[in-house]
């Protein structure tokens, strides 16, 4: 770590580029994640460890393996869901307040793990708040009749969510030319 800190001093000072040590931190994933450790260093200044940080929209947090949380995004989710169905009562159609869910709702409660690996717990998670919205839209409350009404409605797991969301983005891929495609892939080894 320290070499690879050594490495990005180098280039601030090759490229004339100016990082901010306020917002530097460092946060540990691995079985030794908690342990005390000697302070890291980068531009002179001691970098903090944190617990917790917020990337692109997701909360990652310091743990033994990498996690997300995921509150944030169920508390958006529940937050323009509610506004969709109060204002969707008024047209008396369950059909059109799904297809808002659809719309506008699910990219708030899917957001960045087409990016990420999504754990099972937080899989199991989000589908739990898909079957509460179901359960609010269609007055249902049996286990087997929101699950007939998801599949029904097109409401696959998350899981399956996520693999269509990841498969429609590489689909939008392949239309992009070689060199595109090249610059994308070194981008991604280097992260």
Known sequence: MRHMLRV????TIDSDVKF???KSVALRIGCRY????????F???????IVSLKYLGLCIKASTYFKCLIDHLKLRFYRVFNCILSRSKGA????TTVELLKSY???????GFDAVNMSDANARSLD???DRVVYRIFGVCDKDNVAFLRTSLGLLSVSKLVKKRRAKFLDGLIGTDFATLMHIYCINCLN
């Open 43 to 49: 531009a002179g200044e001691k970098l903090k460890f």
């Open 92 to 95: 008396n159609s369950e059909l």
């Open 8 to 11: 990005w001093e180098q280039f």
């Open 105 to 111: 709702c699910l990219p708030f409660l899917l957001y």
């Open 34 to 41: 908690n342990a005390s450790c000697e302070p890291l260093q």
């Open 20 to 22: 901010n040590s306020n």
């Open 128 to 130: 739990r708040c898909l």
